[in-house]
């Protein structure tokens, strides 16, 4: 059974960096699928941050692309998610997910970590 | 960038009534459509993928339909259970998703 597990600071200070990381069991990373981090504020819907490949090949969204950065560690079959310049409007909680490269169904999901930034 | 228009936004109904909820593409997308269910303080869960396929071990109350820019999701008879949040989602590049669609027992 896949499992994904998110771990990193619950609260962060504005203008600093968010740093998470997804740690992945019973599957690995290596063998496929692209690996995401999905966020989703108090009370509203769901926005995707980006997607790694386990080649290391990424993308984002276009909204964020400029603070974000995903990177993977195949050895330690975990992936992570920094997002720089952070303000009130990160505030959410942060889902890492698996999904499919041809029709982005996201399959599996860990089960979400809330972040606050406030000083 | 694709946006996914989705509607209602919420609606209310009575257990075992047929709910419908639809999502609409800014342009074509083909069946690359996904529906997903999410309950409060949960992970959301996939429902139904490719616009018509069923995810293992989802009740088939739950049917998608629709290619192209037009997509439907059915609950055929609704279940107290059902209660939730339900979200569509493309892929084009990137994901996104609807703005969410709640449903709630009368």
């Known amino acids: 059974q896949v499992q994904l597990q998110e771990s990193g600071p619950g609260l962060v200070k504005p203008s600093e960096t968010l740093s998470l990381t997804c740690a992945v069991s019973?599957?690995?990373?290596?063998?496929?699928?692209?690996w995401g981090w999905i966020r989703q504020p108090p009370g509203k819907g769901l926005e995707w941050i980006g997607s790694?490949?386990?080649?290391?090949?990424?993308y984002y969204n276009p909204s964020l692309k400029s603070r974000v950065t995903i990177s993977v560690d195949t050895s330690k079959n975990q992936f992570s998610l920094k997002l720089s310049s952070v303000t009130a409007a990160d505030t959410a909680v942060y889902y890492c997910a698996r999904h499919t490269p041809l029709g982005g169904r996201v399959d599996y999901w860990g089960q979400g970590t809330l972040v606050t930034v406030s000083s | 960038d694709i946006q996914m228009t989705q509607s209602p936004s919420s609606l209310s109904a009575s257990v075992g009534d047929r709910v419908t909820i639809t999502c609409q593409a800014s342009q074509d997308i083909s069946n690359y459509l996904n529906w997903y269910q999410q309950k409060p303080g949960k992970a959301p869960k996939l429902l139904i993928y490719d616009a018509s396929n069923l995810e293992t071990g989802v009740p088939s109350r739950f049917s998608g339909s629709g290619s192209g820019t037009d997509f439907t999701f059915t609950i055929s008879s609704l279940q107290p259970e059902d209660i939730a949040t339900y979200y569509c989602?493309?892929?084009?590049?990137?994901?996104?998703f609807g703005g969410g669609t709640k449903v709630e027992i009368k």
């Open positions: 790694i490949y386990h080649s290391g090949s990424t």
């Open positions: 989602q493309q892929y084009d590049n990137g994901l996104t």
């Open positions: 019973g599957y690995s990373i290596s063998s496929g699928y692209y």
